[in-house]
């Protein structure tokens, strides 16, 4: 018999697919139907009647999934298998509210247990990091927050952008130590009121020539 196997299917946003039966793969004659076909949620939050055949489930969980709340809703009678499944939580977009303890339902109706689960150091943008404890119980598939912190490329930036205001500062001091004396002298030289500053990165200072003498503040 024929087979359809190795498929993707992506949901994003938040349509209504509760009358929509959804199949990752087919095969006739008693052939693995299952086999190398994912799905991925994208930022989605729904309802779908049901997933069949599917080995991968790929999560990234949307801004307005709120805590105690279901992303994935099966209004079918049928029942998610996650058997030797991979499960995956990709990403937080950026501006979720979940933090540590919060606790959201993935899939309401599962049965099974995955071979994998991908749930730690799970990036929100740039900024920050998340850690699940993802458990299969009462026939649902849910993920708890376990801790959430900085991200380390967060942490080398500001280490970075420190760096570099440091050696800033330090090459306008060296300037200015060497050019306000040469000024200073100059400006002696000269007839009537000169006046000249510098400045660096934590303060100011001034140098002013009046009839013949100089003076610093």
């Given at each position: 018999g024929g087979q359809a196997t190795g498929n993707k299917v992506t949901l994003a946003g938040s349509p209504n697919l509760s009358t929509v039966l959804i199949y990752g793969g087919y095969a006739e004659g008693g052939g693995n139907a299952r086999k190398g076909n994912a799905v991925v949620f994208s930022?989605?939050?729904?309802?779908?009647?049901?997933?069949?055949?599917?080995?991968?489930?790929t999560f990234g969980l949307p801004k307005f999934l709120k805590d105690k709340q279901t992303m994935v809703s099966i209004k079918g009678k049928s029942t998610v298998n996650l058997n030797a499944a991979a499960l995956v939580i990709k990403d937080v977009s950026v501006g979720s509210k979940l933090k540590a303890g919060s606790k959201v339902v993935l899939v309401n109706k599962v049965k099974g247990a995955p071979k994998s689960v991908s749930a730690v150091n799970v990036k929100q943008g740039l900024t920050k990091l998340y850690d699940f404890k993802v458990t299969v119980a009462k026939g649902k598939l849910t993920a708890t927050v376990?801790?959430?912190?900085?991200s380390t490329s967060t942490k080398r930036a500001a280490l970075g952008m420190q760096s570099g205001l440091a050696a800033l500062n330090q090459a306008s001091d060296n300037l200015a130590s060497q050019t306000m004396p040469i000024a200073a002298a100059a400006a002696?030289?000269?007839?009537?009121?000169?006046f000249f500053g510098a400045s660096t990165g934590l303060d100011m200072a001034y140098a002013a020539h009046l009839t013949g003498r100089s003076a610093q503040y």
């Open positions: 930022a989605y939050k729904g309802s779908v009647k049901g997933l069949e055949n599917f080995t991968k489930f376990t801790r959430v912190r900085p002696k030289a000269m007839p009537g009121p000169a």
